[in-house]
């Protein structure tokens, strides 16, 4: 391949920082005393066998390339990660498989003078890699090279993103508690203002008929505040020993016979014949569910299929909310747990929220999966014990 054609599922590039080895323009210049160490030369040699199998079952990518380019090993996580079809057993050489920039540096120039990078990428997979590259100058010269080693971060850089969605919304709900505290008293006013104003406006029809339009709005406005004061009050639970098998149960027994549950969307229980009881405050999570449910049954208009479950794991359970929905682009996914975002027309974007908070505060955590067109499942772990 051209090293200047670009690769399709080219990784963009989020950072860089390139730590330039001081001085050393000359990679070879780094070797040791190769002559004191001829059992070393043959050491590594013999050593690639093993390290390719040992390498195998690491979850980091690893990729050493000698100096010429070639490819000396490649692990099953490279492979699977940069969708490299070789091992490093058959010549090939990195410019076989990508172009020189790929990783966001010049691999000739990298190579050429020794330099190190230590980089973050995000895939079009949707993989967040971290990916560091250091140079190993053992052996022989033909065994000199850079090895690059590419791990998954996608879980931490989650993780951390949950950390910080938490701080914006104990802050952001701080501040929209006091708003909506400020705007309600004379919110109160000047719905009781337009009120008088409509009773004596009784001989002009147009100018009542603002006045009426002026209360709806106050009202719109008061359930609004309503709702803020609402959910920036921190949920209060009592934690009571329930068994979750009968709660899901139960909470399935409901849902079947709401109206808003229409006959086109079938529901599945899966869940274990023996009890898995665990802390919680039952009216709570009941509503968590539902949050989950009725979104799920949203995301079905034209029917599909609703599946709760229930599994127990160490120290903790699952509870999965299932659908075979719509499913959401990633724009949607990002912005889920944010309080006031929605996509339906008469959606208040306030229920994952809710259910995020008792959630929360049942020590637990919501995890969320989902593919357009194909579904979404909620899972809601929570802890066995408090
Ligand atoms: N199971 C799902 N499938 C597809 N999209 C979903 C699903 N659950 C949530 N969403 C998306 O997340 C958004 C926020 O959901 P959330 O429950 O917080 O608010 P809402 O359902 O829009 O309004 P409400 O406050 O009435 O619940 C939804 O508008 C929808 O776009
Ligand atoms: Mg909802």
Not at 25 to 49: C, F, H, T, V, W
Not at 236 to 252: G, H, Y
Not at 322 to 346: A, C, H, W, Y
Request: charged share 25%; with cysteine.
């Amino acid at each position: 391949m051209d090293p200047a054609e670009p690769k399709m599922g080219l990784p963009s590039k989020l950072l860089e920082r390139p730590e330039p080895v001081n001085g050393l323009s000359n990679p070879g210049g780094m070797g040791m005393d190769r002559s004191a160490r001829p059992g070393l030369e043959r050491g590594i040699a013999q050593s690639l066998p093993f390290l390719r199998e040992a390498l195998k079952h690491v979850s980091d990518a690893v990729l050493f390339l000698d100096l010429s380019g070639r490819i000396r090993l490649a692990n099953e996580a490279a492979a699977k990660f940069f969708s490299l079809p070789v091992d490093g057993t058959d010549g090939s050489s990195y410019w076989d498989h990508f172009p020189d920039d790929y990783f966001g540096f010049s691999m000739r120039e990298s190579l050429k003078f020794a330099l190190p990078h230590r980089l973050l990428y995000k895939t079009q997979r949707l993989l967040e890699l971290e990916i560091e590259t250091s140079f190993a100058f053992l052996g022989p010269p033909a065994d000199h090279g850079l090895v690059i080693v590419a791990r998954n971060i996608a879980e931490r850089l989650r993780l951390a993103r949950i950390a910080n969605r938490g701080d914006r919304m104990k802050e952001l709900g701080e501040l929209a508690a006091q708003v909506a505290h400020e705007i309600r008293n004379p919110l109160g006013g000047i719905r009781g203002f337009a009120s008088l104003l409509a009773r004596d406006l009784e001989s002009q029809p147009s100018l009542q008929e603002m006045a009426a339009a002026i209360i709806e709005g106050t009202k719109t406005l008061e359930k609004l505040v309503a709702g803020i004061l609402h959910f920036s009050r921190p949920v209060r639970i009592q934690p009571e020993s329930k068994d979750l098998c009968a709660l899901l149960k139960e909470v399935a027994k409901f849902v079947k016979v709401d109206p808003a549950f229409p006959p086109s969307v079938k529901m599945a229980l899966h869940i274990p014949n023996r009890p898995i009881v665990a802390p919680v405050d039952p009216d709570a999570l009941k509503s968590a569910l539902l949050n989950l449910i009725f979104n799920a049954v949203q995301a079905m208009p034209d029917g599909g299929l609703l599946t709760l479950s229930l599994i127990q794991l160490e120290g903790c359970c699952q509870i999965g909310v299932q659908d075979t929905g719509i499913g959401m682009e990633n724009e949607v996914l990002q912005s889920l747990f944010s309080p006031f975002f929605t996509t339906k027309k008469r959606g208040n974007g306030l229920g994952l929220v809710e259910t995020d908070k008792i959630v929360k505060a049942h020590n637990g955590s919501i995890d969320v999966r989902s593919q357009p067109m194909k579904g979404s499942t909620f899972t809601i772990t929570l802890p066995l014990r408090r």
